[in-house]
């Protein structure tokens, strides 16, 4: 069985300092690289000022970096056809059109936050899948981050992705991704509290299990709408509420909600943050079955109430349960994307086997498997 491999960070970083002498005819003055990563649980919680534990991937984007005193960005990929080139004053929401705008987007919101930028050359390289529910955007957002600016603070970083990602790019998410790709600290996972913005180092202590992502191949879009709707429902909620986000929400008043789709968007909010404090409390007792039961009340809570999940997140989710996983869910932003597993080490080939299986027997593309070790935040290479 194969996995999707994060490859090594030293030669990665030689490769795209290569490949941008060669496109550029000049060397790179720095190169960043940050990782993707796997949500654990809480999910479409951060914009509602609640909890998330994601874990950083071991694979990351690379970006390599050369400023320019002429005011133009060039920014190229090697996963990429389109290239993008245009002036750094002109660059703003509703500029930059696909990959590139969450690139030139942070070299905007840098900008903007008083950073001296006077043009620059950007190529960018990776194992993040793109499009698997596993943060690429964000990896990509906090590469050029470090790459550019190495000396500003995490956090003011994680804000200019942020505004990179939203304003520019025009995804509406949440924050998450974009501080656990800065954030995040080896064999950790990091418990963000987005009312307080507090941050906490949890020890992952897997003890003999895997933590197994098996990307759908089902593409997710965070720009097509469905995202964006679901962030509209949660503030209907609030809204009728009285509350200024689902933090404060009671789960007897969301009960009493009258629509019934905005009930349910809240329900699954409003549980999810609880299950976030469980799952950690869980994770410390190394209580597997507790984990397991949590999450699969999330996936479900995904499918049934928020309406996020597809055939092949639930299958993904199932048949690992049924091959030996102690906990699975869909993770991410949904409409396809990654599942997440923790299977006993000894179980994960025919965790793997019985889900390729299913997909060939259901005619779902197969899917992609990776290994899930919890690693370091981005940092210049
Ligand atoms: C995507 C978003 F980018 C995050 O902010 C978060 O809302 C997530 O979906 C769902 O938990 O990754």
């Known amino acids: 069985?194969?996995?999707?491999?994060?490859?090594?960070?030293?030669?990665?970083?030689?490769?795209?300092?290569?490949?941008?002498?060669?496109?550029?005819?000049?060397?790179?003055?720095?190169?960043?690289?940050?990782?993707?990563?796997?949500n654990l649980i809480g999910e479409h919680t951060d914009y509602n000022a609640g909890l998330v534990l994601p874990v950083a991937l071991p694979h990351a984007t690379y970006a390599a970096w050369a400023p320019r005193t002429d005011g133009v960005l060039r920014v190229a990929s090697r996963q990429q056809e389109t290239v993008w080139e245009g002036r750094v004053d002109e660059i703003g929401p509703d500029t930059v059109d696909g990959w590139a705008s969450y690139a030139a987007g942070v070299v905007w919101a840098l900008r903007e936050a008083g950073i001296d930028l006077a043009g620059g050359d950007l190529l960018v390289d990776g194992?993040?899948?793109?499009?698997?529910?596993?943060?690429?955007?964000a990896a990509l957002e906090c590469a050029v981050a470090v790459a550019v600016a190495p000396d500003v603070e995490r956090r003011l970083l994680a804000a200019a992705c942020i505004r990179a990602e939203t304003e520019v790019a025009g995804a509406p998410t949440g924050g998450m991704d974009q501080y656990v790709a800065l954030l995040a600290e080896p064999d950790h996972a990091l418990l963000i509290d987005f009312a307080s913005d507090e941050t906490t180092q949890v020890p992952l202590e897997l003890s003999g299990h895997t933590l197994l992502v098996t990307d759908t191949r089902v593409s997710h879009e965070l720009t097509?709408?469905?995202?964006?709707?679901?962030?509209?429902?949660?503030?209907?909620?609030?809204?009728?509420?009285?509350?200024?986000?689902?933090?404060?929400?009671?789960?007897?008043?969301?009960?009493?909600?009258?629509?019934?789709?905005?009930?349910?968007?809240?329900?699954?909010?409003?549980?999810?943050?609880?299950?976030?404090?469980?799952?950690?409390?869980?994770?410390?007792?190394?209580?597997?079955d507790t984990v397991g039961t949590l999450f699969l009340a999330s996936h479900a809570s995904m499918r049934d109430d928020f309406e996020i999940s597809t055939p092949e997140l639930d299958a993904a989710v199932a048949v690992a349960v049924e091959a030996g996983a102690v906990a699975a869910r869909m993770t991410g932003g949904g409409f396809g994307g990654s599942s997440v597993a923790l299977v006993p080490d000894e179980r994960v080939e025919a965790a793997m086997r019985a889900i390729d299986a299913t997909f060939v027997l259901e005619g779902f593309t197969p899917p992609a498997h990776l290994r899930a070790v919890p690693s370091a935040g981005a940092t210049p290479v």
């Open 224 to 288: 097509d709408g469905g995202y964006g709707s679901r962030r509209a429902d949660c503030e209907e909620a609030a809204r009728l509420l009285g509350v200024p986000t689902l933090r404060e929400a009671a789960l007897t008043a969301v009960e009493t909600l009258e629509d019934e789709r905005i009930r349910r968007r809240a329900r699954h909010v409003v549980t999810e943050i609880e299950r976030v404090t469980a799952v950690v409390d869980a994770l410390g007792r190394s209580d597997w």
């Open 1 to 38: 069985m194969s996995y999707v491999e994060p490859g090594d960070p030293g030669q990665l970083a030689a490769t795209v300092r290569a490949a941008f002498q060669e496109r550029y005819a000049a060397p790179a003055t720095a190169v960043g690289r940050a990782p993707g990563r796997v």
């Open 127 to 137: 194992t993040v899948p793109l499009g698997a529910g596993l943060s690429s955007s």
